[in-house]
C-alpha cells in the first residue's frame, strides 16, 4: 500500500518546478495547523494523562478526594508484597504465554490449510475471523456457560458432550480450576476470538511468497513438509513477530473478557480488573495509578521497540 | 503411481477433516446462543443445552429486548456519530501525514500512533478527574468525545497508509490544472478514498459498540451501553441463563451484520492494526 520508491524523487522535482515556493510554504502551514488539533489532543489525553498518572501514583490519595500529598514509590512497594497483585501477574504470565503460544500455533495451522488451493476457502476464512467482530463480553458471557464446571446430573456445557462422546477423562473445572490453572483455560476463549486474525496475517505472509519458489524446491526434489520447514516457516518469521507484538499486547492488557468470565472471582484476577476495582469501587486512587503505570512499563517495553523500528524502516524509503 | 494418488486423496481428507473440526469450534458458541434463543421458557435446562428448540419461541428475545434496548439505542447514538466523526478526522490527519511531510512529522506521526497500544488503565483516573471536570462524566456525548480522541491514532495510521497508495503524480497533475490544497482533497483524494472511509467506519463502529472499559466508568445506569448493561445482566442472580444468551446474540447481532455483509473491509481495518498496511 505504499507509494512506489520512483515515484518520490519525480515528485519532488516535479513540484518544485511547478509551485512558487511561497504557496507551497503557506499550504504547509495550513497542513501543520489541520493536524495540530489532533496533536494536541493526543498530547494531553495521551501523554499529558500519562503523566498526571504517574504523579496520582506517587501520591497519598485514598477515598474520593483528590489528595496530592507525596508518599514517592510506596504504592510501587505495596504492590510488591500485594497477594492478590502477585496472583495478577503469576495470572498475566501464564494467560499471556499459552494465548501466544497456542494463538500462533493454530493461526499457523489454519493458514497453511487454507493455503492448500481449498474448496470454499473465502467460506472458513469467515468462520474463522468472525468471532474478532464481537465483543470480549458476549464471548465471556457465552463461554462461561460452555464452561459450566458442573458434574454429575447436573453436567451441562462442553463437560456435556465429553460425558456423552465417552470422553469423561475430558470433564474438568475449566475456570473453575484450582489456581493458578483456571486462568489457563480463559485461554480458550480468548484464542477462540483472536486466532482468525493470527490465521490472517499468516495467510497474507504465505501469499506473498511467489510460487516459483516452492516449484524451485520441488524440482530439487524437495517434499512438501521441506518446503515448510526449511523455505516458508524462515520467511514467515516477520509475520510471527508482528503477531505476537500485536497479541502479547492484547493479552497483557486483559481486561473485558476476565470481568465476563470471573464474574469478580479473585482467582481469575489481572492487573487490568485489579485497577478497576482498587480505584473505582475501593477508592485505592494512588494504587490504582501505580497499576496503570506497572500496565504501560509492561506493554511499553513490547511496543516500544517496534514503533521506533517501523518508523526508521518508513524513514529509509 | 497409485499409492502416490492414495496418499494425496489420504492427505485432503485430512485437511478437510481438520478444517471442518476447526468450524465446529469456531460455530460452537453461535450454536449454542441461537438454539438457546429461540427455546421456550418451558424446555429451558442446563441440562439440555445443545439440543435443538421444539419449535420457534421468541420468549427469550422478547425479554432480553426489554431489559436491553435502552442500551442498544445508547449503543447506536453513541457509536455512529462517533464513528463518523472518527472517520473525517482521520482522512485529514492521515492526508497530511501521507502528503505533506513536515519537519519532525514521522516522530511525531509515532507518537500519535503510541496512543493506539496503551493500556487505558494508566490514563483512567486522570480521564474521569478530567471528565468530571467538564460536566460530561455520565453522558453520551463525554463517552463519544473519549473514542473520538483515542480513535485518532488508529484512524489516522489507516487512512495515511491508505493514501500514500495514492501517487503523488496524479495530486502534481490536479496542481498544473490550478487545484490548492483543498482543491485536492475535495476533488482527488477525497473521491478515492471512499473505501478508506468504509474501512475507518466500519473499524470504529466495532471498537466504540465492543468497548466496556471507557463505558463502565465514564457512564451512569441511564447512559449504559449496551456491553455494561449485558455484563449486568449476565452477573445478575434472578435473570436467567437463557435470557443472558439471548441478550449476549441480541448485543453481537449489530457487528456481526456489519461482518457479514462487509466483511473485506473489516479485514483491512484489522490489518492496519498490524501497522503495515
Known amino acids: 500500500m505504499s507509494a512506489t520508491p520512483a515515484a518520490a524523487p519525480a515528485a519532488k522535482t516535479a513540484r518544485r518546478v511547478h509551485i512558487p515556493n511561497s504557496l507551497e510554504t503557506t499550504e504547509r502551514r495550513i497542513a501543520i495547523g489541520l493536524v495540530v488539533p489532533s496533536i494536541i489532543a493526543i498530547a494531553i489525553f495521551v501523554y499529558g494523562f500519562i503523566g498526571w498518572s504517574v504523579r496520582v501514583s506517587v501520591s497519598k490519595w485514598t477515598g474520593l478526594l483528590a489528595d496530592y500529598t507525596f508518599v514517592g514509590l510506596a504504592h510501587y512497594i505495596d504492590l510488591l508484597s500485594d497477594r492478590r497483585f502477585g496472583i495478577d501477574v503469576r495470572n498475566t504470565a501464564i494467560f499471556t504465554v499459552l494465548f501466544l503460544i497456542v494463538c500462533l500455533a493454530i493461526g499457523l495451522m489454519l493458514a497453511i490449510l487454507l493455503d492448500q488451493r481449498i474448496k470454499g476457502e473465502n467460506l472458513f476464512r469467515s468462520i474463522f475471523l468472525f468471532p474478532m ?102 520467511l514467515l518469521r516477520p509475520v510471527t513477530l508482528s503477531a505476537v507484538i500485536i497479541l502479547g499486547h492484547i493479552s497483557l492488557k486483559i481486561f473485558d473478557l476476565i470481568v465476563a468470565i470471573s464474574q469478580n472471582n479473585i482467582a481469575l484476577d489481572v ?41 526508521k524502516a518508513e524513514s529509509d524509503i | 503411481m497409485s499409492t502416490a494418488r492414495v496418499q494425496h486423496s489420504l492427505t485432503r481428507i485430512l485437511i478437510y477433516g481438520l478444517l471442518i473440526l476447526m468450524t465446529m469450534f469456531f460455530l460452537m458458541p453461535i450454536y449454542v446462543l441461537v438454539v438457546t434463543g429461540f427455546k421456550s421458557f418451558a424446555e429451558v ?56 511531510r513536515f519537519r519532525y512529522s514521522n516522530v511525531i506521526f509515532t507518537l500519535i500512533l503510541f496512543g493506539m497500544f496503551i493500556p487505558y488503565q494508566s490514563i483512567l483516573i486522570p480521564l474521569v478527574q478530567f471528565m468530571e471536570w467538564l460536566g460530561l462524566r455520565g453522558s453520551i456525548t463525554g463517552l463519544l468525545l473519549v473514542h473520538v480522541i483515542y480513535g485518532i491514532p488508529i484512524t489516522t495510521l489507516i487512512f495515511r497508509n491508505y493514501y500514500e497508495g495514492i501517487p503523488t503524480e496524479v495530486l502534481e497533475a490536479g496542481r498544473i490544472d490550478g487545484a490548492d490544497m483543498f482543491g485536492l482533497y475535495r476533488f482527488i483524494v477525497f473521491p478515492l478514498s471512499i473505501p478508506g472511509f468504509v474501512v475507518v467506519l466500519i473499524w470504529q463502529f466495532t471498537q466504540a459498540y465492543n468497548d466496556f472499559l471507557f463505558a463502565v466508568v465514564l457512564t451512569r445506569n441511564t447512559t449504559w ?42 479485514l483491512r481495518g484489522l490489518m492496519a492494526g498490524a501497522l503495515k498496511g
Do not use: C
Open chain 1, 133 to 234: 467482530a464481537i465483543s470480549f463480553i458476549v464471548t465471556g458471557v457465552v463461554w462461561r456457560w460452555l464452561m459450566n464446571p458442573a458434574t454429575g446430573s447436573r453436567i451441562s456445557g462442553i463437560n456435556l458432550i465429553f460425558d456423552k462422546l465417552g470422553l469423561d477423562f475430558l470433564i474438568n473445572q475449566w475456570h473453575l480450576t484450582s489456581p493458578p490453572w483456571g486462568i489457563a483455560f480463559v485461554v480458550i476463549p480468548a484464542v477462540w476470538q483472536m486466532s482468525g486474525f493470527t490465521m490472517a496475517l499468516y495467510l497474507g505472509g504465505l501469499r506473498s511468497i511467489s510460487e516459483d519458489l516452492r516449484e524451485a524446491a520441488r524440482v530439487d526434489g524437495a517434499s512438501e513438509f521441506q518446503i515448510y520447514r526449511y523455505i516458508i516457516l524462515p
Open chain 1, 271 to 311: 492487573p487490568g480488573v485489579y485497577m478497576w476495582r482498587t480505584t473505582f469501587d475501593g477508592n485505592n486512587y494512588g494504587e490504582g495509578a501505580a497499576i496503570g503505570i506497572f500496565m504501560l512499563v509492561t506493554v511499553a517495553v513490547l511496543m516500544v521497540p517496534y514503533l521506533v523500528n517501523n518508523m
Open chain 2, 45 to 100: 435446562d442446563l441440562q439440555r443445552l445443545w439440543a435443538l428448540p421444539s419449535g420457534i419461541y421468541f420468549d427469550n428475545f422478547i425479554a432480553a429486548f426489554d431489559k436491553l434496548a435502552p442500551n442498544l439505542w445508547n449503543s447506536l447514538r453513541l457509536v455512529i456519530p462517533s464513528s463518523i466523526i472518527s472517520s473525517m478526522i482521520g482522512s485529514i490527519n492521515g492526508y497530511v501525514f501521507s502528503k505533506y
Open chain 2, 225 to 266: 451501553p449496551i456491553t455494561v448493561a449485558l455484563n449486568n445482566l449476565a452477573g445478575s442472580q434472578i435473570v436467567q441463563w437463557n435470557v443472558q444468551m439471548a441478550g449476549a446474540l441480541l448485543a453481537a447481532l449489530p457487528t456481526l451484520l456489519i461482518y457479514i455483509l462487509l466483511g473485506k473491509f473489516f
